[in-house]
């Protein structure tokens, strides 16, 4: 076997650069993206939402906020918000906390209608750090609760960060709480001494690294998946992917499109994330088509059952 490349490969913004050059034209001339794409502002959201396994509802598609720092993570929290997400995912060692939460109080959006994310670092693992993490986090986000609180890798003390963000969760604090980059057996051993289930993993999942078996396992025992690089980052050239560009061209969509709408069919909550408000509204518009079973084999045997991420590792 060659040896895996992991470059980024073609950056999407580079492969859609005709739209971008008119884009920029037209903002430059007054246009505006609004009238390009659509009304900036969505009264409601079209995302539909899943269940989880305490009962609290989840979108099943969100705003990633990674590398989303400073006046421009908060425009982009708030532009996000404006198009229709109405997940918004962030962590501690993001270092976009604050951002995030001037982004939502721009957006005038009700607190109620948002479900908002963060993770509690490896540094803060443990009863005592976790409680004090955690309301560093609530600070800084400006809030007064979590929808969904993660503990972002398995390293540490991560039965005392657990025995908190229970008792958090029972306190009415967090809506719902999870595990970030868990194996299977990590799980089963966190879920041997806690009393609340983790509701939602959120790990690695693309249509290179489909990782089946964490999948089946999250789905035997009601714990819902979650991607947290649904486009791998464009590695290994996923906008350009030919498999996915031809199943696009049936349905008049982008590989971006058919990558989402593949995790929705697979029950599996995705978070991508962008810069750009045409490809946040690009992102959301997958819920108007449905990929056929022979669809959702060919892009089965783009699975290269390794990390596109080793450097994450």
Same mark, same amino acid.
């Given at each position: ?14 492969? *859609? ?15 505006? &993206? =609004? ?16 269940? *989880? !396994?305490? $009962? ?26 404006? #198009? ?33 994310? =963060? ?16 309301? &560093?986090?609530?600070?800084?986000? $400006? ?6 609180? *993660? ?21 009415? /604090? ?18 041997? $001494? ?10 690695? &999942?693309?249509?290179?690294? #489909? #990782? ?28 350009? !992917? ?14 971006? #499109? ?42 089965? /045997? ?12």
């Amino acid at each position: 076997m060659e040896k895996m490349n992991y470059k980024k490969g073609i950056n999407r913004r580079e492969f *859609l650069l005709a739209g971008a050059k008119v884009t920029a034209v037209a903002m430059l001339t007054g246009l505006g &993206t =609004s009238r390009l794409f659509g009304a900036g502002l969505m009264l409601g959201s079209p995302v539909e939402k899943i269940k *989880l !396994n305490n $009962g609290v509802k989840m979108p099943v598609l969100g705003f990633g906020t990674l590398y989303l720092t400073g006046e421009v993570g908060e425009k982009c929290v708030a532009d996000a918000i404006a #198009q229709g997400y109405r997940l918004i995912d962030t962590a501690k060692v993001y270092n976009n906390e604050e951002a995030v939460g001037v982004g939502i109080k721009n957006s005038g959006i009700d607190r109620k209608e948002l479900f908002v994310t =963060s993770k509690i670092w490896v540094e803060d693992s443990g009863y005592e750090p976790a409680k004090k993490a955690f309301q &560093t986090s609530l600070d800084k986000l $400006g809030l007064d609760y979590l929808d969904l609180y *993660l503990i972002h890798r398995p390293r540490g003390d991560v039965k005392g960060s657990w025995k908190a963000m229970e008792e958090l969760y029972k306190a009415g /604090k967090i809506k719902a709480i999870g595990v970030s980059n868990f194996t299977p057996a990590q799980i089963k051993d966190l879920m041997a $001494g806690s009393s609340v289930k983790p509701a939602v993993n959120q790990i690695e &999942t693309h249509a290179f690294f #489909q #990782q089946p078996g964490d999948r089946e396992f999250l789905k035997q025992n009601d714990i819902v998946m979650e991607a947290w690089s649904p486009f791998a980052q464009g590695r290994n050239n996923l906008f350009t !992917n030919q498999v996915l560009a031809d199943i696009g061209k049936k349905y008049n969509k982008s590989n971006a #499109q058919v990558s989402l709408r593949w995790h929705y069919q697979r029950g599996i909550v995705a978070i991508p994330r962008t810069s750009q408000v045409a490809h946040m509204k690009e992102n959301l518009d997958i819920f108007d088509f449905k990929l056929s079973d022979a669809d959702m084999n060919a892009i089965a /045997k783009l699975d290269l059952n390794v990390t596109q991420f080793p450097e994450w590792d």
